[in-house]
């Protein structure tokens, strides 16, 4: 079972050097124990456009699809048997990059 | 066999077979909805049927039975082949088979999951009456005066959530149970509270068929974890509050306080038993949590024959051992009632006025006020107190109470 971690960035900073090198330890663990599947930090919402291709032709806009405070800055996918283990893996990771977290199976 | 007695057969069976189908079909079919179903239609069966077949010899394996029969129907329905459920049991539920002769925690299963804390709270309380006291939907909706449609939505939405992200079907391991078995006891406390003073305008003050379920569940949890100090706290906290229940609540629909009550009505056999159970915890000398404190608490309580004769010295070092654990104001509050009458209500009334900050919105806070003010001869002030309690009190019978101490004022 995977499960899509997101990362939510509720102010303009990014990760800080010790949230950094907290993050490599955790990924460490995720991988040492078979949990990592892939994982990712993102750029700035303002560096998003968002693209429809359901009519005619396709339109690009500048910016993200949703304009909010709190927004994804990063994720992990994880391989957990049940949502006890991701929940637990989560608040683990929710404390290495100090922020908060939100776990979604995928389907 | 007479109908009367296939339908008492029934209701028996619903109490102490509901469950123990429903986990025992979740296990099989790893799928929350099946086994509800099929419990719901095993159920109906047998509603048609014992009334002219008798009961059958074992009620609960004939009803398992034909769960799992209807489980299979609907599977076959769905078309759905089985080798895909199988597969799908195999992933949602990993444990080794159980030995023969290991405890049945199938029903353990199904309070966990129904509690997990990925749920909300009001979602794992429709949940567990739903899945582990078998309460129908519209009894569910209608104890917390939600439309009925609006609680079956919440609780289907439950059911995807809990397959859709794999809450698992499992006890917690040792290292969590603690946590979660206190997230359990929350719910059935939820419950019960709801039960003890119903809100809503129009509802009865005393909802007893939410606090029966509160208590036949707790029994349920003690009886699947005896060494559990809280479970046991809980209990006897519930019992010790049930016992009183009578005298609560006067023919008039008024709200009667603990030094009115008329304590002959207090059901003995209840106090009997919540007092075995402290006198239990207190003999295993672990430190209680708080749970067994608020049912020592309620012991010593229920332990005076009138108000006067109450050890509030004992009351008082309970709360503080309370506030050791939980330094909530309510907490705090229900301190300061206890002190009024160990060091009379000026004291009590200063250690009111310091949560103004926390309780103002809270009905309590302001009915203690007002009594104490009352005691304290100053009537204009406790008026006003009572004023605003009645104005956030959601319980009819606590409005009647508070209207009528208020208007006793000189």
């Avoid at chain 2, 609907?74 to 030995?99: F, G, S, T, V, W």
């Avoid at chain 2, 509690?115 to 429709?126: D, E, F, G, K, S």
């Amino acid at each position: 079972m995977q499960y899509l971690v997101s990362v939510i960035n509720d102010t303009a900073a990014l990760a800080t050097p010790d949230e950094q090198a907290a993050i490599d330890v955790f990924n460490g663990r995720l991988k040492a124990e078979g949990y990592w599947v892939f994982a990712g930090g993102l750029a700035a919402p303002s560096s998003a456009t968002v693209i429809d291709n359901r009519g005619e032709e396709a339109l690009f806009t500048d910016g993200p699809f949703l304009e909010s405070k709190e927004y994804l800055i990063g994720f992990w996918i994880m391989e957990a048997p049940d949502l006890d283990v991701a929940l637990k893996l989560a608040a683990d990771g929710s404390k290495a990059c100090n922020r908060k977290i939100e776990v979604r199976p995928f389907l | 066999m007479s109908v009367a007695g296939a339908k008492e057969a029934i209701t028996q069976a619903h109490h102490e077979e509901w469950a123990r189908v429903v986990a025992s079909l979740t296990r099989r079919f790893g799928d929350l909805d099946i086994a509800e179903e099929a419990a719901a239609e095993a159920f109906a069966t047998a509603v048609d049927r014992w009334p002219a077949d008798g009961v059958p010899p074992s009620p609960g394996a004939w009803l398992t039975t034909t769960a799992n029969r209807k489980a299979i129907d609907r599977i076959r329905r769905e078309n759905k082949r089985n080798d895909k459920q199988m597969e799908a049991r195999r992933l949602y539920d990993d444990d080794p088979p159980e030995p023969a002769g290991a405890i049945d925690d199938g029903r353990l299963r199904l309070i966990f999951t129904c509690c997990h804390p990925a749920l909300a709270m009001q979602t794992r309380v429709a949940l567990t009456l739903r899945m582990v006291a078998g309460l129908t939907v519209p009894e569910i909706a209608r104890a917390f005066l939600v439309q009925e449609t609006a609680m079956e939505q919440r609780i289907t939405r439950a059911k995807a959530k809990i397959k859709a992200a794999r809450i698992p079907y499992r006890v917690p391991s040792a290292e969590d149970l603690p946590e979660r078995v206190s997230g359990v006891l929350a719910v059935l406390f939820l419950v019960f509270n709801e039960g003890y003073l119903a809100t809503g305008p129009g509802s009865d003050p005393i909802r007893h068929d939410l606090t029966a379920e509160a208590i036949r569940l707790t029994r349920l949890i003690r009886a699947l974890m005896p060494e559990d100090g809280e479970v046991a706290g809980l209990l006897a906290l519930m019992l010790l509050t049930e016992a009183r229940r009578d005298a609560r609540v006067s023919a008039s629909g008024e709200l009667v306080a603990l030094d009115e009550q008329d304590r002959g009505a207090w059901d003995a056999a209840l106090i009997a038993e919540g007092h075995r159970l402290v006198r239990e915890r207190l003999a295993a000398g672990v430190a209680p949590g708080r749970y067994q404190i608020l049912a020592a608490i309620s012991a010593v309580h229920t332990s005076a024959r009138d108000v006067r004769a109450t050890d509030w010295s004992q009351v008082v070092a309970l709360y503080d051992q309370l506030a050791r654990l939980d330094p909530s104001p309510i907490i705090a509050l229900n301190r300061a009632i206890a002190v009024a009458e160990l060091d009379g209500p000026e004291v009590a009334l200063a250690a009111v006025d310091r949560l103004e900050h926390t309780l103002a919105g809270y009905h309590a806070y302001h009915a203690t006020r007002a009594d104490l003010l009352r005691r304290l001869g100053r009537s204009q002030n406790s008026r006003a107190a009572y004023d605003k309690a009645i104005e956030l009190a959601g319980n009819t019978a606590e409005t009647a109470y508070l209207t009528r101490r208020r208007d006793q004022l000189g």
